[in-house]
């Protein structure tokens, strides 16, 4: 059974710093890309930053780029984003994905329940 179990997130105030972790198991993590998406109140799901399988390469949505940081531990099975110099825009519920191709099929893409992050006074 697959599973992605994201913790780490709660209440910030701006400027300050949060480390979610994404927990995975039933599938062979470290084949996968993993991402960190957002999704706040009113607005669509954005993708905040990827990693692919392993480690070697990572980006990241141009309003978090220099603050946040994505990063895995194949080891773990885990994908970690700190998230430093907090904004209340980067308020919202952050979810983990992993996604692998599959040939011409679909690709494999699972996604976790998501954690709520708020940044405000």
């Known amino acids: 059974q697959v599973q992605l179990v994201e913790s780490g997130g709660g209440l910030v105030q701006p400027g300050g710093s949060l480390r979610l972790s994404c927990a995975a198991s039933?599938?062979?993590?470290?084949?996968?890309?993993m991402s960190w998406y957002r999704q706040a109140p009113g607005k669509e799901r954005e993708l905040v930053a990827r990693i692919t399988s392993t480690g070697g390469n990572t980006n990241y949505a141009d309003s978090v780029k220099g603050r946040f940081t994505i990063s895995r531990d194949n080891g773990k099975n885990t994908v970690y984003l700190q998230m430093n110099s907090l904004k209340p825009e980067d308020t919202a519920v952050y979810s983990c994905n992993a996604w692998r191709p599959r040939g011409l099929n679909i690709p494999y893409d699972y996604w976790g329940q998501g954690t709520q992050v708020t940044v405000s006074s």
């Open positions: 039933g599938f062979t993590f470290s084949n996968y890309v």
